[in-house]
Nanobody, 126 residues
Framework: QVQLQESGPGLVKPSQTLSLTCTVS??????????WSWIRQPPGKGLEWIGS???????DYSPSLRSRASISRDTSKNQFTLHLRDVTPEDTAVYYC??????????????????WGQGIQVTVSS
């Protein structure tokens, strides 16, 4: 069974780069047809898809975050990493790594086909 675990800092200063890593167990990020994704939920708001890296290594990003977000992977460690540049307090959220069988599935955030990490609280504050 595939399991995902987020890791990274819980506090980031404004204008810095937020980097979060997702470690995957029970399955490979380079096989199958899954989309390995980052999704966040700001306080009091709904889920927001940030971006995905496919099993092939191709990436897709939310238009609103494309200029600041990038997702990379380390296949030797079975990990994928989110980098979000130039953060502001509006980037404060619980960040989840997740995976699903199609890009549309993970973008919706609402399918029972999505496998989620437990989430990590990130606060942007000086």
């Amino acid at each position: 069974q595939v399991q995902l675990q987020e890791s990274g800092p819980g506090l980031v200063k404004p204008s810095q780069t937020l980097s979060l890593t997702c470690t995957v167990s029970g399955g490979s990020i380079t096989t199958g047809s899954y989309y390995w994704s980052w999704i966040r939920q700001p306080p009091g708001k709904g889920l927001e898809w940030i971006g995905s890296i496919a099993y092939s290594g191709s990436t897709d990003y939310s238009p609103s975050l494309r200029s600041r977000a990038s997702i990379s992977r380390d296949t030797s460690k079975n990990q994928f990493t989110l980098h979000l540049r130039d953060v502001t307090p509006e980037d404060t959220a619980v960040y989840y790594c997740a995976t699903g069988p199609t890009l549309g599935t993970v973008q919706s955030g609402a399918s029972n086909e999505i496998i989620w990490g437990q989430g990590i609280q990130v606060t942007v504050s000086s």
